[in-house]
């Protein structure tokens, strides 16, 4: 069966920084985009940031609102893809989910809370 | 960034009942519309793609119609196991987005 399971977050002030990561399991990772979805609390859903595979280059893509800020990354032989956030900000408190799939985001984990907060 | 607008924002329904749900598109994004499900405390789950598409596994009471600019979602007999927020989303150019979701409480 396919697994996500997000790790990492926290509680951090804001400008710093936090990486989140999210192991994959039960499917081809290599051969998956994987992406990473946000909701902050009792609001709703908003894509965060894209990476696509090795023969596409691991081309990125980013939100506006986190554009500079955030980075995504994989590494194929770990089956793990992470997430950069620095220079958090407050309106970034939000859980932050891994997702991926074929027909749309078919495959998503528990998440993962992240809290920005002085 | 195409804003995807759905209504109503929240509905009061009763087991048994027939649901519907809309979406608007600020652009046409052809039918590249998916439906997600997302229960209390959980993550969300695909449930329409492709505005019409029944994702594996998905009970046949649910489905997804439309294409262009708008799209509409049904639930045909309403479960208790399906009170929910349910969100469409574009695909048809990036950034995909969401809408704001629409609530289904019980009478």
């Known amino acids: 069966a396919v697994q996500l399971v997000e790790s990492g977050g926290g509680l951090v002030q804001p400008k710093e920084s936090l990486k989140i990561s999210c192991a994959a399991s039960?499917?081809?990772?290599?051969?998956?985009?994987m992406y990473w979805v946000r909701q902050a609390p009792g609001k709703g859903l908003e894509w965060v940031a894209r990476i696509r595979t090795k023969p596409n280059n691991y081309a990125t893509y980013y939100a506006d609102s986190v554009k500079g800020r955030f980075t995504i990354s994989r590494d194929d032989s770990k089956s793990m893809v992470y997430l950069q956030m620095d220079n958090l900000k407050t309106e970034d408190t939000a859980m932050y989910y891994c997702t991926a799939g074929a027909a749309g985001f078919d495959y998503w984990g528990q998440g993962v809370m992240v809290t920005v907060s002085s | 960034d195409i804003v995807m607008t759905q209504s109503p924002t929240s509905m009061s329904i009763s087991v048994g009942d027939r649901v519907t749900m809309n979406c608007k598109a600020s652009?046409?994004?052809?039918?590249?519309v998916d439906w997600y499900q997302q229960k209390t405390g959980q993550s969300p789950k695909l449930l329409i793609y492709k505005a019409s598409n029944r994702y594996t596994g998905v009970p046949d009471r649910f489905t997804g119609s439309g294409s262009g600019t708008d799209f509409t979602f049904t639930i045909s007999n309403m479960q208790a196991e399906d009170l929910a927020v349910y969100y469409c989303m574009q695909s048809n150019s990036y950034p995909p987005t969401f809408g704001g979701g629409t609530k289904l409480e019980l009478k």
């Open positions: 652009q046409n994004v052809g039918s590249n």
């Open positions: 039960g499917f081809t990772f290599s051969n998956a985009a």
